[in-house]
T-cell receptor, first 110, second 113 residues
């Protein structure tokens, strides 16, 4: 079973920040938080991952709470092309399995 | 990142037949994974394929139904055997890079009639 819980769906206005929450209350000390997204039946796309520090790349920012029991993926300026299912995944690195939950279906609205 | 291709991209097959899906990656990788995504569902891991060893199957998936080959560090195949309409899904391969991140292929869309 997936180790994370996410809201099933969210809406975001185009141009605004999209904040996608994820709960992972049973995360262990050596597990990372990963985010992927899947745009309409394409293969999942890696977005970002982190252990305990906040991370930022060209796609998004990842904010992890101090107790590491939850995190938020931030898309700073959502566009229509960001409409997708977003998956929050907890896993160790070094070839651990990626177990997908149902994810959050994000709709970016004009 | 890695460039991953899959063949075929889609197919329509008759029940009782078999289909072999190919996954090619542009760099050498130790581990490759095969997933299934049934209509409207999330991804489910079928098996992990290491070069030079037998694939490791997840609960609910068996080698007779989903035989996997991994002849070298850049290539793998998944066969869906004796297909039924319930096998209609998207099949995806993924690879692990840098011991940290998995990257996914574009998927193979299979419809079984």
């Amino acid at each position: 079973d997936a180790k994370t819980t996410q809201p099933p769906s969210m809406d975001c206005a185009e141009g605004r920040a999209a904040n996608l929450p994820c709960n992972h209350s049973t995360i262990s000390g050596n597990e990372y938080v990963y985010w992927y997204r899947q745009i309409h039946s394409q293969g999942p796309q890696y977005i970002i991952h982190g252990l305990k520090n906040n991370e930022t790349n060209e796609m998004a920012s990842l904010i992890i709470t101090e107790d590491r029991k939850s995190s938020t993926l931030i898309l700073p300026h959502a566009t229509l092309r960001d409409t997708a299912v977003y998956y929050c995944i907890v896993r160790e690195t070094s070839y651990d399995k990626v177990i997908f939950g149902p994810g959050t279906s994000l709709s970016v609205i004009p | 990142s890695a460039v991953i291709s899959q063949k075929p991209s889609r197919d329509i097959c008759q029940r009782g037949t078999s289909l072999t899906i190919q996954c090619q990656v542009d760099s050498q990788v130790t581990m490759m994974f095969w997933y299934r995504q049934q209509p409207g569902q999330s991804l489910t891991l079928i098996a992990t394929a290491n070069q030079g060893s037998e694939a490791t199957y997840e609960s609910g998936f068996v080698i007779d139904k989903f035989p996997i080959s991994r002849p070298n560090l850049t290539f793998s195949t998944l066969t869906v055997s004796n297909m039924s309409p319930e096998d209609s899904s998207i099949y995806l391969c993924s690879v692990e890079l840098d011991r940290e991140t998995q990257y996914f292929g574009p998927g193979t869309r299979l419809l079984v009639l």
